[in-house]
T-cell receptor, first 115, second 114 residues
Framework: AQSVTQLGSHVSVSEGALVLLRCNYSSSVPPYLFWYVQYPNQGLQLLLKYTSAATLVKGINGFEAEFKKSETSFHLTKPSAHMSDAAEYFCAVSVSFSSASKIIFGSGTRLSIRP | ETGVTQSPTHLIKTRGQQVTLRCSSQSGHNTVSWYQQALGQGPQFIFQYYREEENGRGNFPPRFSGLQFPNYSSELNVNALELDDSALYLC?????????????FGPGTRLTVL
């Protein structure tokens, strides 16, 4: 069964520092992987998605993620954190079953930014 | 282009009551998925509707049911509400039900069961 695991429920970095949020996936087939961001009291916004076209995926707001098959990882990075990046981040995998598809989310990582 | 909208924004019910949540899909999308997000957790898949038919369901009891209308908007109905049903309910629309198709999420409905 396909799944994702996010390492670290809470990450705190200083403004201007590197952001690294970790995600490992489990899949027997090439996965469709996503990173979503959720600001307080809001829905989910797609940051980026991996669909096997390129291993380094660039997303919105300066975020990017690298798909590493050998490590079964899809970590999210941003070179320089901004206060507005404080939010909950979810790694997710999209799976097909019967005639439908569903997104399986990780448990989330809360990112805090220190001034 | 109008995004995914949900109504109401917030809702308070008591145990045993029934609730209906509504979702309008993004223009051009024929597939709607519903997710439940309990506090502090990631969203959990409830079910998916494609062209007015439920075509996939997660691990939720039958008291969670839905509808999709000809204009592809959708409703989520929950009967016999329990305290554990308190959560943010998210609707997502997409063009087709294939994995890899981007799902666009609405802002959610916050349901509180007392």
């Amino acid at each position: 069964a396909q799944s994702v695991t996010q390492l670290g429920s809470h990450v705190s970095v200083s403004e201007g520092a590197l952001v690294l949020l970790r995600c490992n996936y489990s899949s027997s087939v090439p996965p469709y992987l996503f990173w979503y961001v959720q600001y307080p009291n809001q829905g989910l916004q797609l940051l980026l998605k991996y669909t096997s076209a390129a291993t380094l995926v660039k997303g919105i707001n300066g975020f990017e993620a690298e798909f590493k098959k050998s490590e079964t990882s899809f970590h999210l990075t941003k070179p320089s954190a901004h206060m507005s990046d404080a939010a909950e981040y979810f790694c997710a995998v999209s799976v097909s079953f019967s005639s439908a598809s569903k997104i399986i989310f990780g448990s989330g990582t809360r990112l805090s930014i220190r001034p | 282009e109008t995004g995914v909208t949900q109504s109401p924004t917030h809702l308070i019910k008591t145990r045993g009551q029934q609730v209906t949540l509504r979702c309008s899909s993004q223009s051009g999308h024929n597939t709607v998925s519903w997710y439940q997000q309990a506090l502090g957790q990631g969203p959990q898949f409830i079910f998916q509707y494609y062209r007015e038919e439920e075509n996939g369901r997660g691990n939720f009891p039958p008291r969670f049911s839905g509808l999709q209308f000809p204009n592809y908007s959708s409703e989520l109905n929950v009967n016999a509400l329990e305290l554990d049903d308190s959560a943010l309910y998210l609707c997502a629309s997409s063009s087709g039900g294939l994995a890899g198709n981007e799902q666009f999420f609405g802002p959610g409905t916050r349901l509180t069961v007392l």
